[in-house]
């Protein structure tokens, strides 16, 4: 399912500060500034359900315009004078972030068939090689894709799907090089190492049959909605390839894949609230799909296969979803017989099926637990994390007769680690810790799970770390990261460049708001459609709540988010601009109104599960409350770090652009607004990782600048 969000960003962004200096004034900084860019106004007014909202930068949405790019220009050439004060601390902390990364590095390999496959980086090279060697780590390397040829010529580069066919001879991949998310398909013969002729552009999934020549594959529409599954025979004309479903229906995405004991292929179709699932035998690409359960408003299923048996995890009168089994010849809900019952305070977030067990992954007080469980219904393997905050999840696990289940797990203070715990002897082994280089040591640091009370006496999960020396009175800078959309969780994560920022004294923290996934379905519905306020009413009081627990105050606390994080930080800035020091806002979908009043733009449609349809009025009076756009006033605002990409297509670029530019004409402080356009990327910013690194010692040395801390 597509959604304004950024997995791999928000990991990313879970990074942070660290030792304040006294705080001085900056006012002849501020005075030898340059005059921000002005955007020409061009009055547009649209009136819906009898209300007028005024557009003046509506024209900033013509992205071939060279008046825009010149206009986007210019606030990259602002925004470069603002910064050039922090030009050596960026050096610095881009030298000393790069200092801890072992550049030249190796996965753990994983066993597919007859390979162990992995990927390797080397030094001074932005993108992986990817990997394999045949029965034996010791055998020789076949180097299957190496992402740093396939980036010349590229600004930027994205790998799609990575799929091998059963015979090991065939590589289905699909390569994004604008970074809008659109990936064109290709097939490579391993054995020769030539590219097949054909090549399929805007495709999403991708599956192999059984016969190791025909490819199952989705496209996207002109709403970059994945709607259509075709299938293709390898050799032929891809104009020829047959068509085998479509989806009528606009809030629905459609993906295919194959199970992991390579029996069967589904195809699933999924809104944000319902979902329903297809599928033929892997071994028979040409038969007809068929139905396991229709369609009903506010049902959501998802089927894994055990030999004859389906396992299918469904919320139909279980909002946190239970588990059922049904015979594959006949699994229609008439045949569901109950596996796991429907728990309250536990919400069944996955299972994944193999031969002799089957594993469940849950989430309760919005942390992730796996289970080892039997068919027979014997007692289940519950695999023990040492922390109180952390991040556990599913490693590769692609052998479907396995005796051992392959996970990962890190920390705030653990670097990211790989185990695979023996089902028999119930032990967990390390195979593998990222190296942190430079000698660091864990233990200089503390996190915690913290809870905040909301207005209406909710409960809020915060995560925080801190360096253990970091006072406690009040003096502390902070960075509060939230998000709080699409029932997705936001998890205490490593990240090494973060050191760099609480080795300066600065607290790190994540506010776990209602509408995200933390704390099972019931959070993520009081914060989204007409209860979506809470997502933000959560936040400030997070935030209250820490200042007035002397973690920071006020005056220290910078706040960040990213994609729907971003409306969030529009949102509470509007509500709240006097609470915080300064505010970074990534790829931010601010301009709600005209994006979800506007159909042919990606995401809309799919959308209004999560946050309504503005063409009812209930929905259009609800959403123009919190529409960041359509609330800026006249009133001081706090320093602004605004970021977005020219090629995003989960957030188009001129909503923050807009944004920005009613800004400049509104606010009445002098506080700077900075905005930063990424020209050759898209909605996770760059994708080669020295670049990538350089933009977040770009945004580490406009945090600590806040604070005064320039070394």
């Not at 609470?579 to 109104?593: C, G, R, S």
Request: proline share 5%; glycine share 8%.
């Amino acid at each position: 399912m597509r959604i304004r969000t950024l997995f791999a960003l928000m990991l990313g962004l879970q990074y942070l500060m660290g030792a304040a200096m006294p705080e001085s004034s900056t006012a002849d900084e501020i005075s030898a500034l340059p005059d921000p860019p002005l955007a020409k106004r061009v009055p547009r007014t649209t009136v819906v359900h009898g209300d007028t909202l005024f557009d003046d930068y509506f024209w900033l949405r013509e992205k071939s315009d060279p008046e825009v790019t010149s206009y986007l220009e210019a606030e990259n050439s602002y925004t470069a004078a603002v910064m050039k004060p922090t030009e050596p601390l960026q050096e610095t902390l881009y030298k000393e972030m790069l200092a801890r990364i072992q550049q030249t590095d190796l996965s753990v390999p994983y066993r597919l068939g007859d390979y162990f496959y992995y990927s390797r980086t080397e030094e001074g090279k932005q993108y992986p090689i990817r990997c394999r060697r045949k029965g034996s780590l010791d055998a020789a390397e076949e180097v299957v894709l190496d992402l740093n040829q396939l980036a010349e010529g590229h600004k930027f580069l994205g790998l799609g799907s990575f799929e091998v066919s059963d015979d090991g001879m065939k590589l289905a991949f699909s390569l994004d090089t604008t970074g809008f998310r659109q990936y064109a398909l290709h097939v490579k013969d391993l054995s020769t190492g030539k590219w097949f002729p054909e090549s399929v552009p805007k495709t999403g999934s991708v599956a192999w049959a059984a016969d190791n020549a025909t490819v199952f594959y989705t496209v996207e529409d002109a709403a970059k909605r994945q709607y259509r599954m075709y299938r293709h025979q390898l050799g032929t004309p891809v104009e020829s390839d047959a068509l085998i479903y479509e989806e009528k229906d606009e809030k629905f995405d459609v993906g295919v894949h194959r199970d992991r004991s390579l029996a069967s292929l589904f195809l699933t179709g999924a809104s944000h609230t319902a979902s329903e699932v297809r599928w033929i035998a892997a071994n028979q690409p040409l038969g007809e799909w068929r139905l396991i359960a229709p369609r009903e408003i506010g049902h959501e299923y998802y089927v894994d296969q055990h030999g004859d048996q389906f396992l299918i995890r469904t919320n139909k009168g279980a909002p946190n979803f239970r588990l059922v089994s049904a015979p594959a010849a006949n699994p229609g809900p008439s045949s569901w017989k109950e596996v796991i019952p429907h728990r309250d305070d536990v919400m069944l977030v996955g299972v994944d099926c193999f031969s002799d067990h089957y594993v469940v992954r849950e989430r309760a007080e919005g942390l992730t637990r796996i289970r080892i469980c039997r068919y027979d219904g014997g007692d289940s393997q519950s695999i023990q994390f040492p922390e109180q905050v952390y991040t556990a999840g599913p490693g590769e696990n692609l052998e479907y007769h396995a005796s051992a289940y392959r996970y990962t797990y890190n920390s705030f203070a653990t670097p990211p680690s790989v185990y695979d715990f023996d089902i028999a002897t119930r032990q967990s082994k390390l195979l593998k810790r990222v190296e942190v280089v430079g000698g660091f040591d864990p233990t200089r640091y503390r996190s915690e799970r913290l809870w905040a009370l909301a207005r209406d006496g909710t409960r809020i999960p915060i995560s925080i770390v801190y360096r253990k020396d970091v006072p406690r009175d009040g003096s502390a800078p902070m960075l509060l990261y939230g998000y709080g959309s699409y029932g997705i969780p936001m998890f205490a994560g490593f990240s090494s460049p973060r050191f760099s920022l609480l080795d300066r004294g600065v607290v790190y923290a994540v506010a776990h708001i209602r509408g995200g996934g933390e704390m099972g379905k019931a959070w993520h519905d009081h914060g989204r459609m007409m209860e979506k306020m809470n997502t933000f009413t959560d936040f400030v009081d997070a935030a209250r709540w820490l200042i007035d627990q002397k973690w920071t105050s006020s005056r220290r606390l910078v706040i960040q988010g990213g994609s729907a994080g971003g409306l969030l930080m529009g949102a509470v800035t509007n509500l709240e601009p006097d609470l915080f020091k300064a505010v970074i806002a990534q790829v931010p979908f601010v301009d709600v109104m005209n994006t979800m009043l506007d159909e042919s733009l990606p995401l809309t449609v799919t959308e209004y599960e999560e946050w309504g349809n503005p063409h009812e009025k209930a929905a259009y009076d609800y959403m123009r409350r919190y529409s960041p756009y359509d609330n800026v006033a006249r009133k001081a605002y706090p320093t602004m770090l605004v970021k977005t990409s020219l090629n995003d297509s989960q957030v188009m670029y001129w909503e923050p652009a807009k944004y920005v530019a009613k800004l400049r004409t509104l606010k009445t402080d002098s506080n700077p607004l900075i905005f930063k356009i990424n020209m050759g990327a898209g909605h996770g910013g760059s994708s080669g990782r020295y670049d990538a690194l350089r933009d977040l010692a770009f945004d580490y040395a406009f945090i600590l600048s806040q604070f005064n801390i320039r070394s």
